[in-house]
């Protein structure tokens, strides 16, 4: 960096604005010869064109129970222009489980890279998955289309409940000498 008055020798200086500063910006210089004579201050104007930046993923979080049809999971990102994220790209699937874009559970289920519009995906257990957690990963997407280059971690926690057990109706005929009747 070069400081204010600090006299140098480049013919060439390279600007390096602040991060995400997208505001027109200007300094001035003079030039100074062997001789010591200077010339009249010179404005340098720099325009800084925005780009868009891409969006950060957060993290995740769904719970339920085991007897739930579904479980919905809740995403969360950031993004600099447009603040929160309105959509989520897959990037993992659960373990054991399957994601859906709507309580609907309409075929197909989710894969790795689909984008989902919102930030709500839907978990339902593998059957017989008897399990209280399970993940996946997403990434944040920009209005734009852009995608985040870091990953976020969606939690599951499934409660077990404790069913009570079915009792049946059954009948014995036996002997009234017989040592037992099944």
Known sequence: PIALNTPFT???IYFLPNANVDADTSFQYVVRDQANAT?????VSIDIVPVNDAPSAGSGLGSGNNTDAYIPVSLAGTDLEDGNVAKVAIASLPSNGTLYASTSLTPPALA???????????FVRTPGFNGTADSFTFKAVDSAGLQSTNTGTANITITILNTAPDAVNVEATGDEDAASIT
Request: charged fraction near 5%.
């Open 10 to 12: 480049a013919a060439t």
């Open 39 to 43: 010339s009249g201050p010179a404005t």
């Open 112 to 122: 790795i890279g689909d984008v989902v519009n919102g930030t709500t995906v839907y």
